[in-house]
């Protein structure tokens, strides 16, 4: 891995060093939100920021595109500081980013005008506009309500246009700061299938989330704990981890029915994530 | 048998009748929960789930149709409203938007303060339900309100409806955006209700929280009834349910996946221990060895 | 409390999508006309005048394939405004020429000219709801924002900030709907938990403070949307007006000369109406019956 000046690692696209955020709430004393996160992503990772609230998980995630600005450390993307005034712009649109309300990201009064604020702001020229948005409403599966007025989407497909939004700057790396969270359970397929489909053509996703059938999607689990990184890995090792409690979280109920069944059955693999591969493990167990 | 306390039937709504954007948001619902039982109801986003509950505590009052609560007919100009809404608490969904108060202790006292109570008996009130809801009276009381976490502020709604003294215990989606641990709490303050004897129906997408507290699933589409019946029933049916894009909680599929194969294991298991123990008793075979 | 559909009363014009020639027509040109049409209503006197806009209204209704009947049901609502201005106008103003004095007591005096005035002041009443609705027929919202910020555009160039100010525009539009469905519901939760929010009898501060439960928590609710939205627009690289391209654009065409054209000869004419003073040609000289 070379490290040159301006971190010229060709893998990591994402790179968090020794990263400290403080917050200073008026009339209060100041809040160590993150203290002293390290970290890096690969670019074509798939990787879930998993912890419990006030871990710090969303303020890493507002550093990723340099809404916040680090207290201390650095955080680069592709290379560039975030601290860099001049390279903010360039940052914004490589790494787009999906927020929780579907409600509240909505600018304009009709599905494509909305898509197009990104690309409107960067001041991508007129006739290159139209295809961008025609691209990004296409990947969402969103392009036959184009004409659509907001209040008259469902909350997944508010959701799908945020990320349209997002994708229409053509960023390299989508975040998605609890994204699901506010969605049903429709809301939430739609939208994991999109991120899944979106990471097979080479995106790098972060996913900030506390469902944790959601992050066992993810290649990589970073866990935070009171700011800090208390752990990084596969899902498997992280559900299977006995700290999980204490980090306020639990593995999903399937993980959880699967080392139990493993204590009783050590031949039980333990990285199952579907109910389909249980199954199958099982009658495989059954049969011999 | 324990007697009915909420008795719905035929009830039909129309929102925003008479204008060009009326919508149809309930279909001759029938419907009944008894004392003491904890009903589901469970649909697809639009499918009325919302509606029915507001018409459960007297918010609209039936345009068609007839709802008896706690043995009153909702549609009887006589009937006071008020004291429908006071003896059946609704708790919506987000219920810490609806926080005006500065303190903690205030906003809980607000439904109590309404109805009457003050004093002594008021401060005795607001404790209770704080307490109820998971929050310790003491350490919150003066907490201001804008100083929380979306966990307790979550609390703090609950605990403002519970302060109420209902009867029955209405909830729109009770655990909806909430973290792991809080979501945890927020069940384990739900149980504790039911073991006292608590009267609930809540509307949700969860259905692990479903398989963990109701005793009875009613299924909502297009604002009809669809089908309903004991938990392990209504779950038993899983393409049913997922013809109306609803899912059943993992240990139910995993359940049903394998009696696919053969196994002979129970159409629902409500719980991991639960699944454990079938999965267990299947493989060593008191039962029939499947094979595979 | 037994109504808690606002949205209901919110039709802040409705927009009728029904893509006549009308509806084509580049917003600004839209706007200009409206605006040439209400200044000519409000200066204007002249009942004859009047009478012919109405008669231009209902002509530009047809062409815009508005249904007559569901435009003037518009008016409905006025109408009792128009009886009682015109009952003052006829009861207790007098025009010192209106002609021969029909009745007179008290503080009421009836001249024949009154009847005249009234008349004249009901029909500018009419006149001005028909072309604001026909306006709000035929301009969707965005239409709206497009077509302000394109007028003010050349105002920008003196730092005037016209795309700032249609976001506001858009953004009020798009978020009017939700603090709507938001109150309803914050409605019903308060008297869920026995909020009563005032009755009429109270004093003006205790009747405020009742409406606490509805009031802060809305505000709030602005607040924490307005916060959501920043954090997104931010995220998209909005830095204000300059550097901006642009999505949807309209052309004019040869029916907005068209339409200008026709309003200019419209406004003309009503205003030739008024500074003639054609009515006394026309209507006869009230003195008795």
């Known amino acids: 891995m070379f490290l040159g000046h301006g971190g010229e690692s060709p893998l990591s696209f994402i790179r968090i060093e020794e990263l400290h955020h403080t917050y200073h709430p008026r009339g209060h004393d100041p809040v160590d939100a993150l203290n002293g996160v390290s970290l890096e992503i690969e670019a074509g990772d798939y990787v879930a920021v998993v912890g419990a609230n006030g871990s710090g998980k969303t303020t890493l995630a507002l550093h990723l595109n340099a809404i916040l600005l680090p207290t201390k450390g650095t955080v680069e993307i592709d290379g560039r500081s975030t601290s860099d005034p001049a390279a903010v712009r360039d940052i914004r649109s490589r790494v787009g980013m999906v927020f929780q309300s579907p409600e509240d990201q909505m600018v304009a009064t009709v599905v494509e005008e909305d898509v197009a604020f990104g690309p409107e702001n960067l001041g991508v020229e007129q006739g290159l506009l139209e295809e961008r948005v025609r691209q990004s409403l296409l990947r969402v599966g969103m392009w036959e309500e184009r004409r659509r007025p907001p209040h008259q989407l469902s909350v997944g497909q508010k959701q799908r246009v945020a990320i349209a939004g997002a994708l229409a700057m053509q960023p390299r790396c989508l975040v998605l700061d609890e994204a699901t969270s506010m969605l049903d359970p429709r809301g939430v397929r739609d939208v994991l299938g999109i991120v899944e489909k979106l990471h097979g053509e080479g995106m790098t996703i972060v996913t900030v989330t506390h469902r944790m059938e959601e992050a066992a999607r993810a290649r990589r689990i970073v866990v935070l704990h009171e700011g800090s990184v208390a752990m990084e890995g596969s899902p498997r090792m992280v559900f299977a981890d006995p700290r999980i409690t204490e980090w306020r979280l639990n593995a999903p109920p399937l993980s959880r029915l699967v080392r139990r069944l493993k204590a009783r059955f050590p031949r039980l693999r333990e990285d199952l994530y579907e109910v389909e591969e249980l199954a199958e493990e099982l009658a495989e167990i059954a049969a011999s | ?292 | ?289």
Not at chain 2, 38 to 60: C, D, E, R, W
Not at chain 2, 109 to 128: D, H, I, K, M, N
Not at chain 2, 159 to 184: F, M, N, Y
Request: glycine share 10%; with cysteine; hydrophobic share 45%.
């Open chain 2, 1 to 292: 048998m324990s007697r009915p306390v909420i008795e719905i039937q035929d009830l039909s709504h129309v929102y925003m009748a008479g204008t060009p954007q009326a919508k149809t948001s309930l279909r001759e619902v029938n419907l009944t929960v008894e004392e003491g039982a904890v009903l589901a109801l469970i649909g697809p986003t639009g499918s009325g789930k919302s509606t029915l509950l507001q018409h459960m505590n007297g918010l609209y009052t039936p345009q068609s149709g007839s709802v008896i609560v706690l043995g009153r007919d909702l549609a009887d100009r006589v009937t006071d409203l008020r004291r429908i809404r006071r003896e059946v608490g609704l708790v919506f969904q987000n219920p810490e938007h609806q926080i005006f108060e500065r303190y903690v202790g205030d906003e809980v006292a607000f439904g109590p303060r309404t109805a009457g109570l003050s004093g002594g008996e008021l401060t005795r009130r607001v404790r209770w339900a704080m307490e109820l809801a998971g929050l310790d009276f003491s350490l919150f009381k003066d907490r201001p309100t804008f100083a929380l976490s979306g966990g307790e502020r979550r609390k703090v709604g609950l605990a403002g409806v519970i302060a109420l003294k209902p009867r029955i215990l209405l909830l729109d989606e009770p655990t909806s955006g909430l973290d792991p641990q809080t979501h945890e709490e927020l069940l384990c303050r739900m149980e504790s209700l039911r073991g006292q004897g608590m009267t609930m129906v809540m509307a949700t997408h969860d259905m692990d929280d479903v398989a963990r507290l109701a005793d009875r699933i009613v299924v909502l589409d297009g604002g009809r009834v669809v089908f309903g019946g004991t938990s392990r029933e209504v779950f038993a049916r899983r393409e049913a349910l997922g013809a109306h894009g609803l899912e059943v909680p993992v240990t139910v599929a995993l359940m049903q996946r394998l009696r696919e194969r053969g196994w002979d294991v129970p159409r629902a298991a409500l719980s991991v221990e639960e699944a454990e123990e079938a999965v267990a008793a299947a493989l060593t075979g008191s039962r029939r060895r499947p094979t595979g």
């Open chain 3, 1 to 289: 409390m037994r109504n808690t559909e606002f949205l209901r009363n919110v039709t802040i014009g409705q927009y009728l999508p029904t893509d006549s020639p009308v509806h084509r027509l580049h917003p600004t040109t839209k706007m200009l006309m409206g605006g040439f049409c209400v200044v000519a209503a409000i200066i204007s006197g002249s009942l004859g005048g009047f009478v012919i806009m109405v008669l231009a209204v209902t002509a530009a209704l047809r062409l815009a394939r508005i249904p007559l009947l569901y435009a003037y049901r518009g008016l409905r609502p006025a109408v009792p405004i128009i009886v009682l201005v015109a009952a003052l106008q006829i009861l207790f103003a007098s025009q010192s020429d209106g002609g021969a004095v029909l009745w007179s007591g008290w503080i009421i005096t009836i001249t024949a000219g009154d009847f005249l005035v009234a008349a004249t002041m009901a029909v500018r009443l009419v006149v001005l709801i028909l072309i604001i609705s026909f306006f709000t027929f035929c301009t969707s919202a965005k239409e709206l924002t497009h077509g302000t910020e394109q007028l003010l555009r050349p105002l920008g160039r003196i730092g005037f900030p016209a795309h700032e100010l249609a976001l506001v525009l858009t953004i009020a539009l798009r978020f009017l709907p939700l603090l709507a469905m938001e109150a309803e519901r914050l409605v019903k939760a308060q008297v869920s938990r026995g909020a009563d929010f005032g009755k009429r009898r109270m004093g003006l501060f205790k009747r405020v403070y009742r409406m606490f439960p509805l009031l802060v928590p809305l505000f709030l609710a602005s607040l924490r949307r307005g916060e959501h939205l920043v954090l997104a627009m931010e995220a998209r690289c909005y830095t204000g007006g300059k550097g901006r391209t642009r999505l949807v654009r309209f052309r004019f065409g040869p029916a907005d000369g068209a339409a200008i054209t026709a309003v200019v000869l419209l406004v003309a004419a009503v205003l030739a109406a008024h500074f003639l003073r054609l009515d006394s040609v026309f209507l006869p000289r009230l003195e008795g019956f």
